[in-house]
């Protein structure tokens, strides 16, 4: 049987208007090679779970995409939050960057703790 790739869709027209250019590993994702309109790549109403497992068996670019999203929405870029990325729905995302976001504040106080004592110990 012959597997028929179609080519890569067109940039939607929102992401056209931003003048957005996609990183190089985004034209290696799978989810490219479907219509922009697919309701696949949406996480309403339990939608998404052949996309979930696309990404999850199939796509040779989930980490970088994980990782792509993971960071723009920490840093507040939520322009595609409601889309299926790395093979995560939003929710799980959200789970994600928060404990992300504890782990760098544990991180932190350490930081600061040790910085005091080496300080005291200068001091002394």
Request: proline share 7%; hydrophobic share 40%.
């Amino acid at each position: 049987m012959t597997t028929i790739t179609p080519p890569p869709r067109p940039a939607h027209p929102f992401f056209t208007a931003l003048n957005y250019k996609p990183a190089a590993w985004e034209e290696q994702a799978l989810c490219r090679r479907f219509p922009n309109e697919s309701d696949a790549w949406t996480s309403g109403k339990g939608g998404g779970d052949d996309a979930i497992e696309i990404c999850k068996t199939r796509c040779p670019v989930r980490q970088a995409c994980l990782d792509a999203a993971l960071r723009e929405e920490d840093m507040g870029n939520l322009a595609r939050i409601a889309t299926i990325r790395g093979g995560l729905r939003p929710e799980e995302r959200g789970v994600l960057i928060r404990a992300l976001r504890a782990a760098r504040a544990k991180v932190a106080e350490e930081n600061a703790a040790r910085a005091a004592a080496q300080a005291e110990e200068v001091a002394a």
